[in-house]
């Protein structure tokens, strides 16, 4: 990620790099400040004070900003670890990119999409749907892309 600027601070249990995607696992109930403009779909994630309360429930925030030109972070909580999965979808229900496909420990998670699709083309403005699977856990949002 060469030339990226990220703003706050960051702190991880867990740090690794996965299909154009960098995680840190956290346990904050916010969100990062909104990054620069980032190269790649990138995971960012926080870890604060042991005071923050743990996550006790499922969750898919509303992407920010919404809408968005050239990036937006997608925020969501998991009360306990395991497979989960988180795409973007076109409003006719094709795959337009699989952001995340693997185990996530349980805590506060955001990430950021750069509004690009799996073969890292730049997609058409318009409505997407961002898709989260966490167990039996399914929600979705739409998001705004404008250019």
Wanted: hydrophobic share 35%.
């Amino acid at each position: 990620m060469k030339n990226t600027q990220l703003r706050g601070s960051i702190s991880a249990k867990e740090i690794f790099v996965s299909n154009d995607c960098l995680f840190l696992h956290h346990d904050s109930p916010a969100s990062l400040p909104g990054p620069g403009n980032l190269p790649k779909s990138t995971f960012e994630e926080e870890e604060t004070a042991s005071d923050q309360s743990p996550v006790t429930s499922y969750q898919l925030e509303q992407n920010y900003p919404n809408p968005f030109n050239p990036s937006t972070t997608i925020s969501f909580a998991l009360p306990e670890a395991g497979e989960v999965r988180l795409a973007i979808y076109n409003l006719s229900g094709q795959l337009v990119k699989q952001l995340l496909a693997g185990e996530m420990g349980a805590g506060r998670h955001s990430l950021v999409w750069n509004a690009t699709d799996d073969r890292g083309l730049r997609v058409a403005s318009g409505v997407y749907l961002y898709v989260l699977k966490a167990r039996e856990f399914v929600a979705q949002r739409r998001l705004l892309l404008l250019k």
